[in-house]
Structure formats: structure tokens, C-alpha cells
């Protein structure tokens, strides 16, 4: 196993223009796992409860996600979100949030898990994120994610997070608000002082950034007429990426920038349609196919 | 003369986070003809009153602009604005609009002016847009921009000039509002539909797009840590675009992209001082270095 992805597994009910989708499977662990199995040997470490489908367990299985991390908890419910997304959709309404068994989620990391070199720490607790860390055996590379609400309350915490990982990946609201500032540019500097060599700034529709030790790097999202559901693409983005990353041979800039693409393109497809309902289908050559478009796509000399 | 730009020349009173500028020089025909003048020989149709200070049109001439389209009414006095930016400075607050002589305009084009081949149609009233695209000889290309002002009072008069022109540059707000839509690809190929073979969307500090008859462009901001006044990097952006048109052999997707490079280097340039300050300043070897260095900020293989 080469990837390692820590975060939540949730039942959604979500609404957006195009429809409504009930207890559907979500969650940053979710996405994120799905997205790197299609790039590498994937696990996953998080929590559900007793009324967790059996369905959504198979359909991680038959996209190959070790699920030995994964704990059950029979009497417990598994985290349930739900929530709307209305006119350009760049930001969720939440109607109810019930943790749920991820209240009291310790999570333990299996001990075949410790030696994983690549580990994304999607959005949780902080906290959380800093208990995986101690129990993994120096990995290559962490990957971390977090959202505003963990900036507000937990910000020290998550400073001690940013402190240990090589790679921050959050979006420019986040970026801004956790830095104090509005420039993204300043808020990457300020991030990469803490320690990480690597920030990934997601802009949803207006593209990504990545900001190195040398240079920096922008794409642009996969022009698209429809945005069906923007649930998940974060983590899907998050977890291609790394899955990439622990694929390549070298960690240098070009790597790092193919992986923003690859994560761009999984992304794309993965708001295309609700859920992961798109992303589990694709086929390495959709992958590719959409990646040479997103390199026509910059091109000029 | 290879560039014909047509807007305003204006008097403005700025105020950003990072200071105040009294009656300084403004327009979109003004801060247009001075990045096109680095890349092409460059025309400029406008009106001024009597109170239009000397040393403005001396910095014009400077810039080697060709003044034979400046209408100067004596007795008349010059557009005014004054406004102010704040926060994260996408939008500026009016304060004052004075048209002044602009109220009565007629851009009356000098018979020497009526063969130049590329034509900017700078935010104006689209009335006056069609006015001058009437004395024009057979334009090779028509660039054309306006404002929401113009989307939301003219609309069908704003379509009538999108009709004439083989490039429509707008931002991405302005793009929705006219064509209705969320989506910029969906806006782009319904302003197609009206004949123009390109549509220009600029995003400010989110970058541009550049939507084509075969193909999709986009390209990244340059990272700045500090926007002193953002006022006048549309029009900077369109009057660099336009002067690289004007000087290229052909008219081809590679052209198109490098001309839409060429205006987002001389719009970040715009933005790192108050006004046209920097840019009158810059020089091409200056051009240059942020040229290469905004290739390589896309590169990735």
C-alpha cells in the first residue's frame, strides 16, 4: 500500500439545481480514496456506524480502498451531513450535521498501515489529524486538508498540523482567513514559513495554484457548462494528487505540477455528476484524455 | 498607424488601502492607447475639455500616441470620476461621475485614422461604439469591451455592436449578466453565436480566459503581494492584447493566446502603482522577463 488517506465516510442527503440526492455515500475519506485508487495502492482509516450500507463498503472494495482502517461501530450512526448548494454553487448551506459516531473517533492506525509513505490527512479534527501523524513511522510525504470551521476554533492545533507536513491543500478562503490576508501570494509565503515546501490553493472554478520552494504554478479548472454537484471535489482533487505523487518516482516541481493536473481533471469529472457516482466509472483513458486537453489548454509559445 | 483605441480620457480621484490620488489621468482610452503603444504604432479617438492639463497630454505624446482623434472642447469641461477600492479591491465604489463634455460626444474619426487596421472599442456608449465602426474602411479586427452599465441600460444596442466585432473582451461578471448564464463557457458560446470569433473573459486577480473557434485558453494572474489600484487593467489588458494583434504576421490560435499573455504582463504591471505610473515607465526588456516568467508559471509536462 502506498497511500494512506485519513478523513471522514458519510452518509449525505444533498441538493443542488440539478436535484436531490438522499443518504448517498460522502465524506473526504470517501472521495479521497476513491480518487487515489485509480493511481495507487489506497487505504483508509475512518469511522462508520452500524446503518452504514453495505453497498457503499462494496463499492470502495471494488475500487480496490484496503478498508482494514475502517471501523464499525455496530450500536453507533455513521456522521450524516446534509445540506444545499444554490445559484453559482461555490458554497454549501448546511441543514443538519450529525457526527454521530465520529464524536468519540480515535483513529488507530493499523499496525500493516505505519509504513505507508504517502498519507493524505483529509478534513477533520485537527487534533485527529496530529494522533495519525504520531502513530505513522516517518512517512515521505503528508498531504494535509482542513476547512474554515477547524481555522476558527482550532487554529493553534492546526498550525501544529501545518508544522509537520510537507504539502498544505486548502482552498483561497481558507488560505486568506488562516493567514489574514488577501493575497494568496502572501498567504503561501506565510504557510510555507511554518515548514511546508509545497501549498496547493484550490479556487473551484477559477483553477488551482501550487506554490513551491522556486516557482509557482497555475491551472485553470476544466471549462464546464454543468456543475452538478461541487461536493467532494476538494478531496477528489486531494487524493489523485497524492495518488499520483506516490506513483511518480521523484517528488521535484514537475511532478508536483503533473499531480495538480491529474487531481484538476479528477475533479472535474468528479462535479459532473452527484457524489462519486462519476468518479468510480472512469476509465484510465477518460483520465488521460482529459488531461492532454488540460495541457492544450495553457499552451503558447 | 496600426491601432485605432476609442473610450474616454478622464480625470480621476482615487482612493485604494494604499493611498489617494487627486485629478489624475484616467480613462479607458487612455490607459488602452498607452500599453498598445509599446507593441504598435497607436491612435486615439476622445474628447477632453479646456481644463485637461498639459502635462497629460504631454505624457501621451511621450508614449508616441497619436493625438490627431483627441477632440479638446475649450469651453467644456473633462469627464470626471472619483471613487474608492476597499477590502479585496474587485469592485471600485463611485463617489462622483461628472460626463462633462462627454455627455455630447461624437467621436468623429480623422480621414487618416479610417484605415487602420485594428480597432479598440473601449468602454463607451455602445451607440458611440457603432458610430465609429461606421467610419471605419473594412477594420481587419474589432476588440470591443464595455461595463454592466451598459449591459443593464443598452443591452440590444450592446448586442448590435457584438455583431460587428471578431473579439468580445469582458469580465467575467459583465459575461453572465449578458448572456444570462453561471456558466463562463456557457456565456462564451452564446456571445459567439453572435459572430464574434473570439471572446476574451478577464477574472482579474483569477486570471483570463480565452475562448476560440476550436479551442479553450486560460491563463493564470501573475502573483502579486500588493495591488496598489486595480483601476484600468481591463483597458491595460486589451490595448497590450490589441498592439501584439497588430504586430503579428498572422491571426491564428497561437497569436491569439500570446497577445492575451501580453495584456495580462502589462495589466499586472498596471496594478503595481497608482494610475498608468508603471506602465509609461516600463521598458521591453521588463515585458520580457514577466512574459517568460508567466510561461513558465504553466508549464508542466
Known amino acids: 500500500m502506498n497511500v494512506l488517506t485519513v478523513g471522514s465516510v458519510a452518509i449525505d442527503t444533498v441538493e443542488t439545481p440539478y436535484g436531490r440526492l438522499e443518504r448517498a455515500l460522502g465524506g473526504s475519506a470517501t472521495y479521497a480514496s476513491i480518487a487515489a485508487s485509480f493511481f495507487a495502492k489506497t487505504g483508509l482509516v475512518a ?32 456522521f450524516y451531513w446534509s445540506g444545499y448548494y444554490e445559484g453559482d454553487m461555490n458554497q454549501a448551506t448546511t ?18 498501515y505505519r509504513n505507508v509513505p504517502f498519507v493524505l490527512l483529509g478534513n477533520i479534527h485537527p487534533a485527529l489529524q496530529l494522533e495519525v501523524l504520531e502513530q505513522m513511522h516517518r512517512p515521505r510525504l503528508v498531504f494535509c486538508d482542513t476547512m474554515n470551521y477547524w481555522i476558527q476554533s482550532e487554529p493553534k492545533l492546526l498550525e501544529k498540523v501545518f508544522r509537520k507536513v510537507q504539502v498544505v491543500c486548502i ?91 491529474v487531481g484538476t481533471v479528477m475533479a472535474s469529472y468528479c462535479v459532473q455528476d452527484f457524489r462519486c457516482r462519476r468518479t468510480v466509472r472512469l476509465t484510465p483513458k477518460e483520465i488521460e484524455t482529459r488531461l492532454r486537453q488540460l495541457m492544450s489548454y495553457v499552451r503558447f509559445s
Chains 1, 2 share one sequence.
Not at 441543514?95 to 500493516?112: D, H
Open 171 to 261: 482552498n483561497d478562503g481558507e488560505a486568506c482567513q488562516f493567514t489574514g490576508t488577501s493575497s494568496l501570494l502572501s498567504a503561501a509565503a506565510r504557510l510555507m514559513k511554518l515548514g511546508p515546501r509545497w501549498i496547493i490553493i484550490k479556487k473551484g472554478a477559477h483553477g488551482v495554484h501550487l506554490y513551491g520552494p522556486k516557482n509557482f504554478f497555475a491551472l485553470p479548472a476544466i471549462p464546464l457548462t454543468k456543475v452538478l454537484d461541487p461536493t467532494g471535489a476538494g478531496d477528489t482533487f486531494a487524493g489523485a494528487a497524492i495518488g499520483h505523487l506516490a506513483g511518480a518516482r521523484k517528488l521535484d516541481e514537475n511532478t508536483l505540477r503533473k499531480a495538480v493536473a
Open 95 to 112: 441543514r443538519e450535521t450529525l457526527l454521530n459516531v465520529f464524536e468519540s473517533f480515535n483513529p488507530a492506525i493499523p499496525e500493516r
Open 47 to 78: 469511522v462508520v456506524g452500524g446503518d452504514f450500507p453495505r453497498r457503499y463498503i462494496n463499492l470502495l472494495k471494488r475500487r480496490g480502498v484496503d478498508l482494514a482502517g475502517l471501523q464499525q461501530i455496530p450500536d453507533g450512526k455513521t
